[in-house]
């Protein structure tokens, strides 16, 4: 079975610096893979996804993940923050016919 | 706009209670979804529905069970809910085939089991 791991699960950061939240996946054939944004009191939505081709894919609100084969990661950047991304973001990886999703990442952006 | 509603923001139940929540979605997606959130724990996956009185056992069914009777509303029902269910629960919504496409999620429902 597939799964990823979030290997932060608080990363504070100041206004206007850059961010990386990091994601590993478990080596497998067929991998796609998913970042979910979560704010406030809100639901998920989702920030971007790999399914093929380049490996580096865009998002919204300026995100940028790249797929790493060789290291099994896809980390999720960012590089400069603003006080509206605080929130939860989860890595999530197909399993079969669903999703598998990591624990999450909490982001605190600093004024 | 796409949209997906549960049926509460918060519920505080008693223990041993029957609990019924309540999501809809205005989409027509075919697949429908509980999952529960848990500090910590990221989103587990309860139950997952691909088409009307469709459903599959997720990760943790245990203590739950499921109905979708119309395409647009799939429900999770606590048959008698205890303290370790107290926990944030999320339903979500997509179409296609469900490990690949986007999945939309409601804004959650915070159940508190005394």
């Known amino acids: 079975a597939q799964s990823v791991t979030q290997l932060d699960s608080q990363v504070p950061v100041f206004e206007e610096a850059p961010v990386e939240l990091r994601c590993n996946y478990s080596?497998?054939?067929?991998?796609?893979l998913f970042w979910y944004v979560q704010y406030p009191n809100q639901g998920l939505q989702l920030l971007l996804k790999?399914?093929?081709?380049?490996?580096l894919v865009k998002g919204i609100n300026g995100f940028e993940a790249e797929f790493n084969k060789s290291q099994t990661s896809f980390h999720l950047r960012k590089p400069s923050v603003h006080i509206s991304d605080t929130a939860e973001y989860f890595c999530?990886?197909?399993?079969?016919?669903?999703?598998?999703f990591g624990a999450g990442t909490t982001v605190t952006v600093r004024a | 706009d796409v949209k997906v509603t549960q049926s509460s923001r918060y519920l505080v139940k008693r223990t041993g209670e029957k609990v019924f929540l309540e999501c809809v979605q205005d989409?027509?997606?075919?697949?429908m979804f509980w999952y529960r959130q848990d500090p910590g724990l990221g989103l587990r996956l309860i139950y997952f529905?691909?088409?009307?009185?469709?459903?599959e056992k997720g990760d943790i069914p245990e203590g739950y069970s499921v109905s979708r009777e119309k395409k647009e509303r799939f429900s999770l029902i606590l048959e008698s809910a205890s303290t370790n269910q107290t926990s944030m629960y999320l339903c979500?919504?997509?179409?296609?085939?469900?490990?690949?496409?986007?999945?939309?999620f409601g804004p959650g429902t915070r159940l508190t089991v005394l």
């Open positions: 989409m027509d997606h075919e697949n």
């Open positions: 999530a990886v197909n399993n079969d016919y669903k999703l598998s």
């Open positions: 979500a919504s997509s179409s296609g085939l469900p490990a690949y496409n986007e999945q939309f």
């Open positions: 080596s497998s054939v067929s991998v796609y």
């Open positions: 790999y399914l093929s081709g380049s490996t």
């Open positions: 529905s691909y088409d009307v009185k469709m459903k």
